[in-house]
T-cell receptor, first 114, second 112 residues
């Protein structure tokens, strides 16, 4: 079945540091890929997405590129801020799976210190 | 904001009691989903609906039932709550040609 593997957390960085959160996937079909972010005490918000190979999703300074050859969708940001502290989830949606359900990684807790 | 509300937002209940959580949407989306969030597991699908009276199971459906009698409401019922069902429950809808899912604010359930 489908699965998503994220780098283990928690991750702690200083403000203005470079961020990478690794995400790899397995899927039977041709999935769409997503990054969601969850701020403390809140629900999940869509951060960015990509629907086909070599697509780059971007939002709020975050980027991720859909790499079919390495089955990866790593999240990057050049300069993190304290306000980026949150839990980040990588997810896939496979149209060949009934209901196009989302399959999530375990989440990566990011803490950014001033 | 995808116009999704969940109620209640917090609930404490006792083992063995029935509990119903409500998800309400205002934008006539066909697909609705219930997930639970637990540490170390991310989010896992409980049940989903693809239309009024049309529902199907997800990967962690045991102990849960759902109903959808009208487009805007998707109810999740724990027939007899257990401590293992202590979790945060999220409702989602699917929208757009890219089939993106958008989430409600969540319901935090504690089963004592």
């Amino acid at each position: 079945g489908d699965s998503v593997t994220q780098m283990e957390g928690p991750v702690t960085l200083s403000e203005e540091a470079f961020l990478t959160i690794n995400c790899t996937y397995t899927a039977t079909g041709y999935p769409s890929l997503f990054w969601y972010v969850q701020y403390p005490g809140e629900g999940l918000q869509l951060l960015l997405k990509a629907t086909k190979a070599d697509d780059k999703g971007s939002n709020k300074g975050f980027e991720a590129t859909y790499r079919k050859e390495t089955t990866s969708f790593h999240l990057e940001k050049g300069s993190v801020q304290v306000s980026d502290s949150a839990v980040y989830f990588c997810a896939l949606s496979d149209r060949e799976t009934s209901g196009s359900r989302l399959t999530f990684g375990e989440g990566t807790q990011l803490t950014v210190n001033p | 904001d995808a116009g999704i509300t969940q109620s209640p937002r917090h609930k404490v209940t006792e083992t063995g009691t029935p509990v119903t959580l409500r998800c309400h949407q205002t934008e006539n989306h066909r697909y609705m989903y219930w997930y639970r969030q637990d540490p170390g597991h991310g989010l896992r699908l409980i049940h989903y609906s693809y239309g009024v009276k049309d529902t199907d199971k997800g990967e962690v459906s045991d102990g849960y039932s759902v109903s959808r009698s009208k487009t805007e409401d998707f109810l999740l019922t724990l027939e007899s709550a257990t401590s293992s069902q202590t979790s945060v429950y999220f409702c989602a809808i699917k929208s757009g040609p890219e089939e993106t899912q958008y989430f409600g604010p969540g319901t935090r359930l504690l089963v004592l």
